[in-house]
């Protein structure tokens, strides 16, 4: 389903969001895997790079944001609504935020071997070096419509 229908349907069933907005977007890696995990409330957290966010000239997320979640086709899977924002350096990922990422066997050390990696590819993407203490943009949701 097309976001707009979904949001038309949510809207609907939910009148008290219809003076709300969203984002619409899919995971940057495995899109369609991570929705699947996201619809089916195993994750409940993303990270991305605060540095990113400043070269995008993009605001950072906030607790009461909602978003559309997409699959890689970009149909909408679910709309979630953040509840946590914190900014960390990326050695301080707290392993309960790994768990709540939902991804691989959801330890610390799995979300740190994939985090590397793909901030590492970003970074030099951006023309940026990636150190172990890069801001790291914590965010935790709750699947609010599917």
Same mark, same amino acid.
């Given at each position: 389903?097309?976001?707009?229908?979904?949001?038309?349907?949510?809207?609907?069933?939910?009148?008290?969001? =219809?003076? *709300? #907005?969203?984002? +619409?977007? %899919? $995971?940057?890696?495995?899109?369609? &895997?991570?929705?699947? @995990?996201?619809?089916? =409330?195993? *994750? #409940?957290?993303? +990270?991305? %790079? $605060?540095?990113?966010?400043?070269? &995008?000239?993009?605001? @950072?997320?906030?607790?009461?944001?909602?978003?559309?979640?997409?699959?890689?086709?970009?149909?909408?899977?679910?709309?979630?609504?953040?509840?946590?924002?914190?900014?960390?350096?990326?050695?301080?990922?707290?392993?309960?935020?790994?768990?709540?990422?939902?991804?691989?066997?959801?330890?610390?050390?799995?979300?740190?071997?994939?985090?590397?990696?793909?901030?590492?590819?970003?970074?030099?993407?951006?023309?940026?070096?990636?150190?172990?203490?890069?801001?790291?943009?914590?965010?935790?949701?709750?699947?609010?419509?599917?």
């Amino acid at each position: 389903m097309k976001a707009k229908q979904m949001w038309q349907e949510f809207i609907s069933a939910h009148p008290e969001y =219809q003076d *709300k #907005t969203y984002q +619409a977007w %899919s $995971y940057g890696v495995e899109p369609d &895997e991570l929705a699947r @995990l996201t619809v089916e =409330q195993i *994750k #409940t957290a993303t +990270a991305s %790079s $605060y540095e990113e966010y400043a070269l &995008e000239n993009e605001a @950072l997320p906030e607790a009461g944001e909602l978003n559309m979640i997409l699959d890689a086709s970009e149909k909408a899977v679910c709309i979630t609504k953040t509840i946590k924002v914190s900014v960390i350096p990326f050695l301080e990922v707290s392993k309960e935020h790994a768990f709540k990422e939902g991804e691989g066997d959801r330890s610390l050390h799995y979300w740190r071997e994939v985090h590397k990696t793909f901030f590492e590819n970003s970074y030099k993407k951006n023309s940026l070096v990636f150190h172990d203490n890069i801001l790291i943009v914590c965010e935790e949701f709750e699947v609010i419509y599917k």
